[in-house]
């Protein structure tokens, strides 16, 4: 069976953290080779970059959450000095949470167009969070699309996929703790709506893992 990528987890949250080393050495065994960590605010990033640097196959993003912009915006110039270092390939995760509502709606619209302003500089792909701002989100990106609706019918070229561990974890695991090794539910579920064997649906998403992280870097955006 081909590889599979964890496009997006949380790799220095509790509980994965602690217990990080052996999540990392099961996932190896479960042929799930690659890993990008998401960083969520400033220290959260240079965290998750340690880590990222301690592990060949792990990878690391830099952003501040749209939960965490009120209280950690102001590092925002700080985080932009970790963009040089070799293990992180992507900006975010920032994006608009008008569920939770966590930061201010004006804080989160300010801290996402940084966000975006900044990987396009660099080049680099952006990961997205939205929830319950579908319409915001897309007014910032000045696309015509309904996400959902295109999530439904996204080319598989186009797809990547995610466990975003420690949280809520997929059937059949629900109430467990997630962890990137799930990563198989979300490829078995994936490839059955897209008639694909597993394993050729694991090659494809390599392939477009690589492209998009490491070859293919502007206006590219993740959700
Ligand atoms: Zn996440």
Do not use: W
């Not at 990392?24 to 080779?33: R, T, V």
């Not at 929830?131 to 070229?157: G, S, W, Y």
């Not at 090659?203 to 206006?219: A, L």
């Amino acid at each position: 069976m081909s590889n599979l990528i964890d496009s997006h987890c949380h790799l220095t949250y509790e509980p994965l953290k602690s217990g990080v080393k052996k999540i990392i050495q099961d996932c190896k065994e479960a042929n799930i080779d690659t890993l990008l960590s998401i960083g969520t605010t400033y220290l959260n990033s240079k965290e998750s970059l340690d880590l990222a640097n301690e592990y060949n196959n792990i990878y690391t993003s830099i952003g501040i959450h749209p939960h965490e912009v009120d209280e950690d915006f102001k590092n925002f110039e700080l985080l932009k000095n970790l963009v040089c270092e070799k293990k992180v390939i992507a900006i975010g995760e920032t994006g608009l949470d008008f569920f939770y509502n966590h930061s201010t709606k004006n804080g989160q619209i300010t801290s996402f167009e940084k966000h975006i302003e900044f990987a396009r500089n660099k080049k680099l792909p952006l990961i997205v969070h939205t929830r319950n701002a579908d319409h915001d989100t897309l007014e910032i990106f000045k696309n015509a699309a309904n996400v959902r609706e295109a999530a439904k019918i996204v080319p598989i070229e186009k797809i990547l996929i995610e466990t975003d561990s420690p949280y809520l974890a997929p059937e059949p695991m629900r109430g467990k703790v997630n962890t990137p090794k799930n990563i198989i539910y979300i490829a078995e579920c994936l490839a059955k709506i897209k008639e694909m064997s597993l394993n050729n649906f694991s090659i494809t998403i390599q392939k477009n893992f690589n492209k998009f992280f490491f070859n293919e870097n502007f206006n590219n955006f993740t959700f």
